[in-house]
């Protein structure tokens, strides 16, 4: 009997030792805030997130409030900068992308950019952040305001439009960068124009479609070299023995 | 190589010989051509589009439908699964603005336009690459005409349009009408477009826009989808 209670006692103590670190830590967890830029946005808009409390460089956050989740990060980077601060209360103007450190125990500032759902009705919407690796859920709210009423002036797009960073451009030497050999080779097939029009950066793409290059004229000539010498010998023998 | 007995071993030389040059030729002219794709690439700018190549049968157009938004997109032969469709509008220069970096697997789509699937021309615009990686956009330029394009518009429905048209515009001699408007009247079109040509570090866009046509061919319901 003394055993078996002894046995019960080690156990519980063992789970209590188990168990009172991970809920600790659970709490230690829930300090993780958000916030949305601008506030008060309005369905089909482009919101920025800040998350605050999270100890690890990446995560996301969702709600039925975003067309798609935002992919959090340390610094906003690659971003086409159209999101409008109007809030001039936070500290939102300094210190962007340079590892905000402000909470002492040092947790770091995560922001991402996403668009509110153009279908969703106004009100106010849960945000979960998912970072650490697991949910921290309802650590914040966004709030959807009336949708601005559509104007009736009907401008049309004129310009082409902005759509590529340049990170699978090819590579100044003309070797494809990335994969898909034929899409590479499809989207330039302009390059002669562009050429002339000097704004092309590298030259050497447009020189290889503009004929065979080099190596293969070079192998050209020795093929056609080598045709003419066999014709050259076969008549001579020809000559030579008087039948073919 | 000398006297009679040597004719018949001075054939097969000059037999092989030849057979040698031929397939060197040959060689020679499949290497300079630049392989597959070449004949099929997009043409560029103000020239009339090449069309279909030889052989693809384009459908008959269905009629234009009441017009819904677009919520998802999906390109199936250009790998483009179920990306997201996001109201975009104009920036200062009259572009439609794509969506930001942060969200390259999303597709924009002009706003104020026409809506997928009602007469007129419908503009989705998309990246090609961000600074680092590819984008939802990256295989565009590889669509060829019959290819399908499906549009989950926000009623439920999903509309089906099939590609008759691929160019790459130049920057510099930019057609917007051609680009942005309807090519032939009383259909529902669809544009999808992203960046092409090459990039000028310099400036740091690239040089030329990629532009796929499309028209609506079939209208369907979508299956229902558990609410996200």
Same mark, same amino acid.
């Given at each position: 009997?003394?055993?078996?209670?002894?046995?019960?006692? +080690?156990? /519980?103590? !063992?789970?209590?030792?188990?168990? *009172?670190? #991970? @809920?600790?830590?659970?709490?230690?967890?829930?300090?993780?805030?958000?916030?949305?830029?601008?506030?008060?946005?309005?369905?089909?808009?482009?919101?920025?997130?800040?998350?605050?409390?999270?100890?690890? +460089?990446? /995560?996301? !956050?969702?709600?039925?409030?975003? *067309?798609? #989740? @935002?992919?959090?990060?340390?610094?906003s980077a690659g971003r086409s900068g159209s999101v409008q601060e109007s809030d001039g209360g936070s500290d939102s103007g300094a210190g962007r992308g340079s590892g905000r450190t402000g909470h002492g125990h040092g947790s770091r500032a995560l922001t991402g950019v996403t668009v509110l759902a153009p279908e969703a009705t106004p009100g106010v919407y849960d945000i979960t952040v998912a970072c650490g690796g697991h949910d921290h859920p309802a650590p914040g709210a966004v709030r959807i305001a009336e949708s601005r009423p559509r104007p009736d002036d009907r401008a049309t797009p004129v310009a082409p439009?902005?759509?590529?960073?340049?990170?699978?451009?090819?590579?100044?030497?003309?070797?494809?960068?990335?994969?898909?050999?034929?899409?590479?080779?499809?989207?330039?097939?302009?390059?002669?124009?562009?050429?002339?029009?000097?704004?092309?950066?590298?030259?050497?793409?447009?020189?290889?479609?503009?004929?065979?290059?080099?190596?293969?004229?070079?192998?050209?000539?020795?093929?056609?070299?080598?045709?003419?010498?066999?014709?050259?010998?076969?008549?001579?023998?020809?000559?030579?023995?008087?039948?073919? | 190589?000398?006297?009679?007995?040597?004719?018949?071993?001075?054939?097969?030389?000059?037999?092989?010989?030849?057979?040698?040059?031929?397939?060197?030729?040959?060689?020679?002219?499949?290497?300079?051509?630049?392989?597959?794709?070449?004949?099929?690439?997009?043409?560029?700018?103000?020239?009339?589009?090449?069309?279909?190549?030889?052989?693809?049968?384009?459908?008959?157009?269905?009629?234009?439908?009441?017009?819904?938004?677009?919520?998802?997109?999906?390109?199936?032969?250009?790998?483009?699964?179920?990306?997201?469709?996001?109201?975009?509008?104009?920036?200062?220069?009259?572009?439609?603005?794509?969506?930001?970096?942060?969200?390259?697997?999303?597709?924009?789509?002009?706003?104020?336009?026409?809506?997928?699937?009602?007469?007129?021309?419908?503009?989705?615009?998309?990246?090609?690459?961000?600074?680092?990686?590819?984008?939802?956009?990256?295989?565009?330029?590889?669509?060829?005409?019959?290819?399908?394009?499906?549009?989950?518009?926000?009623?439920?429905?999903?509309?089906?349009?099939?590609?008759?048209?691929?160019?790459?515009?130049?920057?510099?001699?930019?057609?917007?009408?051609?680009?942005?408007?309807?090519?032939?009247?009383?259909?529902?079109?669809?544009?999808?477009?992203?960046?092409?040509?090459?990039?000028?570090?310099?400036?740091?866009?690239?040089?030329?826009?990629?532009?796929?046509?499309?028209?609506?061919?079939?209208?369907?319901?979508?299956?229902?989808?558990?609410?996200?």
């Amino acid at each position: 009997m003394r055993s078996r209670s002894t046995a019960l006692r +080690t156990v /519980g103590v !063992a789970a209590a030792l188990v168990i *009172a670190p #991970a @809920a600790a830590g659970a709490y230690a967890h829930d300090s993780v805030t958000v916030t949305v830029h601008p506030a008060g946005a309005r369905p089909g808009d482009e919101v920025e997130i800040r998350v605050q409390g999270c100890e690890a +460089t990446a /995560g996301a !956050a969702r709600s039925r409030a975003f *067309a798609v #989740a @935002a992919e959090l990060s340390e610094l906003s980077a690659g971003r086409s900068g159209s999101v409008q601060e109007s809030d001039g209360g936070s500290d939102s103007g300094a210190g962007r992308g340079s590892g905000r450190t402000g909470h002492g125990h040092g947790s770091r500032a995560l922001t991402g950019v996403t668009v509110l759902a153009p279908e969703a009705t106004p009100g106010v919407y849960d945000i979960t952040v998912a970072c650490g690796g697991h949910d921290h859920p309802a650590p914040g709210a966004v709030r959807i305001a009336e949708s601005r009423p559509r104007p009736d002036d009907r401008a049309t797009p004129v310009a082409p439009i902005r759509a590529g960073g340049g990170g699978t451009a090819v590579l100044s030497t003309g070797k494809q960068a990335g994969h898909g050999g034929e899409a590479e080779d499809a989207r330039h097939g302009g390059e002669p124009e562009d050429a002339k029009d000097g704004k092309d950066a590298k030259d050497t793409g447009s020189a290889e479609s503009a004929g065979p290059s080099t190596p293969h004229t070079v192998v050209g000539l020795v093929l056609a070299g080598v045709a003419a010498a066999v014709v050259a010998f076969r008549s001579s023998r020809r000559r030579r023995t008087g039948s073919d | 190589m000398s006297g009679e007995g040597s004719q018949g071993s001075g054939r097969l030389v000059t037999g092989v010989a030849w057979a040698v040059l031929l397939l060197g030729l040959w060689l020679w002219g499949r290497g300079t051509a630049g392989g597959p794709g070449a004949s099929s690439a997009p043409t560029t700018g103000d020239v009339a589009a090449v069309g279909r190549p030889p052989g693809v049968p384009l459908p008959p157009a269905h009629a234009p439908v009441e017009p819904a938004r677009p919520d998802r997109v999906d390109i199936p032969s250009l790998g483009v699964a179920a990306a997201v469709v996001v109201p975009r509008g104009l920036d200062a220069a009259g572009a439609i603005d794509p969506p930001p970096y942060s969200m390259a697997r999303t597709v924009g789509w002009y706003g104020s336009g026409t809506q997928p699937g009602a007469r007129g021309a419908s503009l989705l615009v998309g990246h090609v690459d961000t600074e680092t990686r590819p984008a939802v956009f990256y295989g565009l330029s590889a669509a060829r005409p019959g290819e399908k394009v499906r549009v989950t518009r926000t009623d439920g429905s999903v509309a089906e349009f099939t590609i008759d048209d691929v160019q790459v515009f130049g920057r510099d001699r930019f057609d917007a009408r051609k680009a942005y408007g309807p090519r032939r009247a009383g259909r529902a079109e669809l544009r999808l477009i992203t960046c092409g040509g090459t990039f000028d570090r310099a400036a740091g866009s690239y040089t030329a826009n990629v532009v796929v046509s499309a028209y609506l061919t079939k209208m369907s319901r979508a299956t229902p989808v558990s609410p996200g």
